[in-house]
């Protein structure tokens, strides 16, 4: 049962196209841009069957989440089902992973952002994006799906360009997409890992249940709605590039797609495709502060965070506090280190987070056929977190014994100072 928190709850605006579009504004974003490399270098010719094995996993985890979305329609995604359905420390764990990996991620969009707009002075126009897109969340929940919008639009558009330009090429060849294991079933499992941060963004539809219309027809519909076009979108600019660049130049491609227009023959749609990569990373941080706000709305009203972010603004009726918060701390890391470095450590926070979730699901239905989908989600999440680079597996899962350990001191003292019994 849903319970009223006066001043704390917010509105429900958002139907389902406005969900779709939040989610692509995640999914088809800077990850597009810049993890096809990576993974091509990490798969080789693996690189397609890497992104089928992530878009599996994937799909598990979001059909996971729609179905507990719409039977907990509050704001903080997996933080809220973890906690509802397998108890407190899984819902915090869920939680402090997603605040954590996502808030670095955050840093790295907006410095993403500076590289390609103005690489001299990367750092100052990282800081700008932040401030930018946390006073546009500020204004409301509604002037962010209407900014969204546009963004996917043009992200879009350059896309379909980068597909057009490599796949009517005379350098193009479809010996180049030959599927292959030249780096073996650990190459292609690490790809995948790396490929699935990019689909990630449908769990902001999730997170933002506490302001969708109608959330159990709505957000049922909408995941997979988004996941389905953002996969149709990965699997043709993964299939253009390829067939310019190959497996090898594609692994060792500093910009894919900008180096993959140019060796189309057509260099004067790099600019285009610089600009399209700075509009993506955009799109993924005004979606990351988003959620991440939400999820700590969510943990502050249970006070695993301080109760002061809990506050919601009488008037734009979102979490004031909470937004304000995330973008101070975005901003200090944009302005003082490099956190590109950091990709793999919050890919392995998101697959930890989606693993709880899988597991919550889980205790929706006793039916082995409504277990099969959640089932397959947490082997596939965990077998992807330790697939990828070791440093990044370690770095995880140093952050999430953070986590526990500092849940397990909160408990501990909430239990010295509980008045004793009788």
């Known amino acids: 049962m849903t319970q009223s928190r006066s001043g704390t709850d917010l509105r429900r605006t958002l139907g389902v196209g406005d969900a779709v579009v939040i989610g692509l504004g995640s999914m088809v974003g800077a990850g597009i841009f810049a993890a096809l490399g990576p993974a091509a270098h990490a798969a080789g010719s693996g690189l397609l069957a890497g ?126 997409l030959d599927i292959g294991l030249s780096s073996g079933a650990g190459g292609v499992l690490q790809a995948a890992g790396l490929l699935f941060f990019a689909f990630a963004g449908y769990a902001r539809i999730a997170t933002l249940g506490e302001e969708v219309r109608d959330p159990a027809r709505t957000i049922p519909r909408a995941v997979p709605l988004a996941l389905g076009i953002a996969l149709v979108v990965y699997v043709a600019v993964a299939v253009a590039v390829l067939s310019v660049l190959g497996p090898g130049g594609l692994g060792s491609a500093p910009a894919p797609l900008a180096d993959a227009v140019r060796a189309a023959g057509a260099p004067e749609l790099v600019p285009v495709v610089r600009a399209g990569a700075a509009v993506a990373a955009l799109g993924s941080l005004l979606a990351l502060i ?58 392995f926070g998101v697959l930890a987070y989606y693993a709880i979730a899988n597991a919550s699901a889980w205790t929706l239905s006793r039916a082995p056929a409504a277990r099969l989908v959640p089932a397959v989600g947490l082997a596939g999440c965990v077998t992807l977190a330790f697939s990828l680079p070791g440093t990044s597996v370690a770095a995880g899962a140093a952050v999430l014994g953070v986590g526990a350990g500092v849940y397990g001191v909160r408990q501990w003292r909430a239990s010295r100072g509980r008045p004793a019994a009788g």
Request: glycine residues 10%; positive net charge.
């Open 290 to 347: 988003l959620g991440i706000s939400r999820t700590t709305l969510a943990m502050a009203r249970d006070r695993h965070l301080p109760g002061v972010l809990a506050a919601v603004h009488p008037r734009f009726q979102v979490p004031h506090r909470a937004e304000l918060s995330v973008g101070v701390v975005v901003a200090v890391l944009a302005a003082t280190t490099d956190v590109r470095g950091a990709i793999g450590f919050s890919s």
């Open 51 to 176: 992104l089928a094995v992530a878009a599996v996993v994937a799909y598990c985890n979001a059909m996971s989440s729609a179905r507990l979305a719409a039977v907990h329609p509050e704001s903080g995604g997996t933080y809220v089902y973890g906690r509802e359905r397998l108890g407190a420390f899984w819902g915090c764990l869920a939680g402090w992973s997603f605040v954590v990996g996502k808030t670095a991620s955050c840093a790295a969009m907006a410095l993403t952002v500076g590289a390609y707009v103005w690489p001299d002075q990367a750092h100052a126009v990282a800081v700008a994006a932040v401030v930018a897109l946390t006073a546009v969340n500020y204004g409301g929940i509604q002037k962010s799906a209407r900014l969204t919008r546009v963004i996917v639009a043009v992200v879009l558009a350059v896309l379909a360009a980068v597909v057009v330009v490599c796949l009517s090429s005379g350098g193009s060849g479809s010996g180049r």
